[in-house]
T-cell receptor, first 111, second 116 residues
Framework: EDQVTQSPEALRLQEGESSSLNCSYT??????LFWYRQDPGKGPEFLFT???AGEEKEKERLKATLTKKESFLHITAPKPEDSATYLC????????????FGKGTKLSVKP | DAGITQSPRHKVTETGTPVTLRCHQT?????MYWYRQDPGHGLRLIHY???????DKGEVSDGYSVSRSKTEDFLLTLESATSSQTSVYFC???????????????FGEGSRLTVL
């Protein structure tokens, strides 16, 4: 069964304290791993696409990496405005672009 | 911003009543999706559409129907609402330029539905 599992469920950091979020996947025929950010009361907002092991993408304090079994979202020197829920997703095996989402990691960054 | 508008944004209804949620987009995107988001489950696909009058089921389609009579509008209907359908519903679209493997979706702001 296709699955996307995120850990931890919640992460509390002090401002400037770097850390990583994990997304492990078991999807037949991986066709991309995607990261989203979701603020409270809002819809998810697309961040990154990763297609092959070893690939990295960066945006401000965020860097996403991909291995054959998992992806990491590294947050360097986070600020309170980075507080959000981060979702990862992948294509459901055999589907025409339908995504399966993880349950998310809720990140809180305290000043 | 893909110009996605969901309505209503909030609705409280009673068990057994019909409910229709509307998604309107201004980007002429071919693919549109309805997801529900619940604590402990994350986002789950209900139905999706790949063109006018072309729709298909997602992983949690029981109790829901959809219609797409125009490119810009995608309607989600609960024929007889149940308490288990209390959720936040998100509409999403996929850019036409991305190709089949793109994972970039644009989401609306969500519709919070409470079924008493």
């Amino acid at each position: 069964e296709d699955q996307v599992t995120q850990s931890p469920e919640a992460l509390r950091l002090q401002e400037g304290e770097s850390s990583s979020l994990n997304c492990s996947y078991t999807v037949s025929g991986l066709r991309g791993l995607f990261w989203y950010r979701q603020d409270p009361g809002k819809g998810p907002e697309f961040l990154f696409t990763l297609y092959s092991a070893g690939e990295e993408k960066e945006k401000e304090r965020l860097k996403a990496t991909l291995t054959k079994k998992e992806s990491f979202l590294h947050i360097t020197a986070p600020k309170p405005e980075d507080s959000a829920t981060y979702l990862c997703a992948s294509h459901r095996g055999g589907s025409q672009g339908n995504l399966i989402f993880g349950k998310g990691t809720k990140l809180s960054v305290k000043p | 911003d893909a110009g996605i508008t969901q309505s209503p944004r909030h609705k409280v209804t009673e068990t057994g009543t019909p409910v229709t949620l509307r998604c309107h987009q201004t980007e002429n995107h071919r693919y549109m999706y309805w997801y529900r988001q619940d604590p402990g489950h994350g986002l789950r696909l209900i139905h999706y559409s790949y063109g006018v009058k072309d729709t298909d089921k997602g992983e949690v389609s029981d109790g829901y129907s959809v219609s797409r009579s125009k490119t810009e509008d995608f309607l989600l209907t609960l024929e007889s609402a149940t308490s288990s359908q209390t959720s936040v519903y998100f509409c999403a679209t996929k850019p036409n330029s991305g190709g089949a493997n793109t994972g970039e979706l644009f989401f609306g702001e969500g519709s919070r539905l409470t079924v008493l």
